[in-house]
């Protein structure tokens, strides 16, 4: 008798992985013994599509942990993706946020992996701060017994680029420990880079790594499933595309729909869309015009070769400038006028507000030959929008809030490169290259029962309209409270109306609203919360979750100043009882803050 079999799933094959793990060599020989006298017995047939797989048997001399400080979530999906690929090189990992990390185990551990990103100017990202507190301070203790490396994820618009990382890698080195591979820094286009520095972890560890023991078990090849990110986005067709901010708003906003049908794409309310944009034709034009360059010549990006246009349309970064960018051009050009604007702090922050790459040629013009201008850019990032719907309210879509940055420098008028795209260059139907960043520091409390309040000016509104979705959906029992804040009632109360209709419908419990321009002082989300602090803190005292939205420079620092004295105020605390009390909330997941 012949009996066709079907191979296993995913789940039943990690199941499997999962019961043999920790075994020993003896065992799992005998293992192997057993399963191929079943298949003697049952005179198994399988089919042709069947292929044979390894189940590996980890030896428990290597130990290693992954590490992971996130603001968005990027260190996270790095260290995530790397443990997986050492478990296929049966090497064991345990991955951990730095939060929930005691930083003194570092005495007893022999491998960790660092994986780190740096928020605004230098500053650790919350989740690592008492981490790297730790490691940097007088406190930390010699490891001459650790291996690391350190991934550093970072912006090279700011001074103080992969700041956190480095201070790291920098603090591990002083205490002793051996690096197993020198750190990598990454700008926002970090995936070439994290793989490079991966690979390099892999083939470290695997000289390691002992000799396994491997068990033949014939599985079915897993289905293939296409992955998009940054380097495959998904081509998403335009639904709709609605201006939402009135006639005499000087803000232009629209509310972004797209059609996500067939890509098996899932996100989360709290997440955002990447969306890869181009950049204006006009500008790109003045620049080939400027260096009277041949716009069809060939240049290498990346060591890919595109027409010179091209390249400036949709390879590179030219409508912001960055301390890098103005290095390089410095140093390129030995222009001394340009070495003296990156000597000075204040200067050079005043330069790169406001100012592009056509600034810099025509302000301190330069012979440049078009490989040499291309060389001077770094690769166009994506830009990153929080989105404002729940998936399981809209079913295949996504929506985005989108601010059009438009303004008048110098005579000569500037676009932002994404705004302007999603506003002016694409229309219905248009498509639109889009992937999922995840956000898991950004998430709907797991109890449904937990109060919320939710803080967003502008388009910071926008993930707050996924969550009062998301509830509405799943029924959540909750409390919530939404604070937004914009200029004017009248022109710029974004989504008033389906607000209204969650107030009325009793979705959304309360709401505070700050219009700064319609009356003489001006009022902020800020002064709103201070307002109502007797009440927020007695949320908070009840297990409510704070989640502030907006302006990292401005808007957010003023709400998290704001809500450290409503802390110290209304509990009666000392400024440093304040400080660990908000310090708890962020412990506990009960702040979360997507600031921009």
Not at 232 to 260: M, Q, W
């Amino acid at each position: 008798m012949s009996i066709k079999l079907n191979p296993l799933n995913p789940n039943q094959a990690k199941a499997l992985e999962q019961l043999l793990e920790g075994a020993v060599p003896e065992q799992i020989i005998w293992l192997n013994g057993y399963f191929q006298g079943l298949s003697s017995s049952y005179s198994l047939s399988f089919s042709s599509t069947a292929v044979a797989a390894q189940v590996a048997v980890v030896p428990s001399s290597l130990k290693l942990t992954i590490l992971f400080g996130s603001h968005t979530g990027r260190s996270e999906g790095i260290a995530k993706k790397l443990s997986g690929l050492l478990e296929e090189k049966s090497i064991s990992t345990t991955v951990v946020a730095m939060d929930d990390y005691n930083p003194k185990q570092l005495e007893t551990e022999e491998n960790v992996l660092i994986v780190v990103s740096t928020h605004g100017e230098g500053e650790p990202p919350e989740m690592a701060e008492d981490f790297h507190r730790f490691v940097t301070g007088k406190r930390a203790p010699k490891l001459p017994n650790l291996n690391f490396s350190v991934l550093a994820l970072g912006d090279r618009s700011y001074k103080l680029f992969c700041q956190t990382g480095l201070d790291i890698d920098h603090a591990l080195k002083k205490a002793g420990a051996k690096e197993l591979f020198p750190i990598v820094t990454c700008d926002v286009d970090y995936e070439e880079d994290a793989n490079t520095w991966m690979n390099a972890i892999l083939e470290k560890l695997a000289e390691a790594q002992p000799a396994v023991v491997n068990v033949a078990t014939t599985l079915a090849p897993a289905e293939e499933v296409v992955v998009y990110n940054q380097k495959n986005p998904f081509r998403a067709a335009v639904i709709d595309k609605v201006k939402i901010t009135g006639r005499d708003s000087d803000k232009e906003v629209y509310h972004v729909e797209l059609d996500l049908g067939g890509s098996g794409i899932v996100y989360q309310p709290g997440d955002s869309l990447g969306v890869l944009a181009d950049n204006p034709p006009v500008l790109v034009d003045k620049i080939i015009e400027q260096l009277n360059l041949n716009p069809e010549i060939n240049v290498l990006v990346k060591k890919k070769e595109f027409p010179l246009r091209i390249a400036l349309r949709h390879q590179v970064e030219i409508t912001l400038l960055n301390r890098d960018v103005i290095q390089k051009y410095a140093d390129k050009t030995g222009n001394a006028e340009v070495a003296r604007i990156l000597e000075n702090d204040e200067l050079l922050d005043q330069y790169l507000w406001g100012h592009d790459i056509l600034d810099l040629l025509v302000e301190f013009p330069a012979e440049l030959d078009a490989q040499k201008l291309i060389d001077l850019l770094r690769p166009l990032p994506a830009r990153l929008y929080s989105i404002s719907s729940s998936q399981e309210a809209v079913g295949e879509e996504v929506h985005i809030t989108v601010a059009t940055v438009r303004y008048e420098n110098k005579g000569r008028n500037r676009e932002g490169a994404a705004s302007t795209y999603l506003a002016d260059r694409i229309e219905i139907d248009g498509e639109v290259p889009v992937y999922i960043e995840r956000n898991p520091g950004f998430r709907l409390p797991e109890n449904e029962e937990t109060p919320i309040i939710m803080v967003g000016a502008g388009t910071g509104i926008a993930p707050f309209r996924a969550f009062v979705q998301q509830s509405e959906i799943e029924k959540r029992k909750g409390k919530s409270w939404l604070f937004f804040g914009e200029r004017t009632f009248h022109s710029d109360f974004l989504y008033q109306i389906e607000w209204q209709k969650y107030l009325k419908k009793g979705v959304l419990d309360k709401i505070n609203l700050a219009f700064s321009r319609d009356q003489e002082q001006k009022i902020y989300v800020q002064h709103r919360l201070a307002e109502q602090q007797k009440e927020i803190f007695d949320w908070l005292q009840n297990g409510a979750s704070f989640y502030l939205c907006g302006d990292m420079k401005h808007m957010a620092k003023d709400v998290q100043k704001t809500l450290l004295d409503i802390i110290q105020e209304q509990g009666g605390l000392s400024e440093e009882q304040a400080r660990d009390y908000f310090k708890k909330l962020k412990k506990e997941k009960r702040f979360q803050a997507d600031v921009y």
